[in-house]
């Protein structure tokens, strides 16, 4: 069996229990959609995603479920029979083994947890096999969408790692998990990001690329560990904003955005590029809305 066909495997199989998280889900079943053994689908599935087929569902179906918590009014009992847990007791006991809490304290004070975020494995493996691909010098220009907004005081809740410079060495010295924990903050007044820092932001010893969610400039409630809170002052950013793509091509549309940038002359707006003002950040690349990223400015006196 090749490498490619594992995954396609492994993807078939994930994709059946996204769709089918509300309902009992056999082995049987999972058997069927990649293609053999009830044994052998269990370990490929294992292999690939570091879960056994009834750990990821199960975990899958809690973050799901805390997430209902937190953001309705749902009576417990109500969304553990709706994840297909037997009774309020069984639920109870497997979100504190997954999150340190019981259900009940979690829908009250709504903390930062971590959450299950699986990646999809043919993306984790499409993003390997075309991370160190270099855009050619002859692509076609697409269009790019520019606008200015502002930025209020606020703070960020990050995760610093310790040289990366971007993404990919990020994810080597963190782990690719912390998206999990941004998600789930309730007080997010915007998506997580990916951020650049300024150099005054930056400890000794630690990365100038991290990833955090922006928060209101109250924020009072946890920390997680290995996380910090600072403060951002407001600021001007330019955001940038290239055309839908394939997702098969998101290395090309990010190097299309940057190129876009690097030509880019603010003046010609009143602005200049302000790098010390305010960290650069990028969104979480989705096709359907095109690659997105901020640089900081500030008009010309």
Known sequence: MSEAET??????????????????????ELAVVAGYSPWHAAKLFKEVTGKAPFDYIRALRLTKAALILRDSNEKIIDVAM???FDSHEGFTRAFSKEFGMPPRKYSQCTPPIKLFMPQKV???YRAFHKGGKKMSD??????????VIQRPSRKVLLR???????????CEEVGCDVWSVLTSVKEAIYEPIGMWLPKHLIKEGTSQY?????????YTNDIPNGYELIELPPCKL???QGESYNDDDFMDAIYEVWNHIEKFDPTVYGYQWAPETAPRFQLAPMGYRGYIEARPIKSIN
């Open 122 to 124: 043919f993306d984790t």
């Open 160 to 170: 610093r790692g310790k040289k990366a410079t971007g993404y990919f060495e990020y």
């Open 238 to 240: 330019m955001i940038f």
């Open 210 to 218: 991290v990833q955090g969610v922006e928060v209101p400039i109250d």
């Open 82 to 84: 709706d994840f297909v």
């Open 138 to 147: 002859n692509f076609n220009t697409k269009s790019v969408f520019v606008q």
């Open 7 to 28: 995954i396609m495997a492994v993807q078939r199989m994930q994709e059946y229990i996204d769709v089918n998280i509300l309902r009992k889900i056999t082995l049987k």
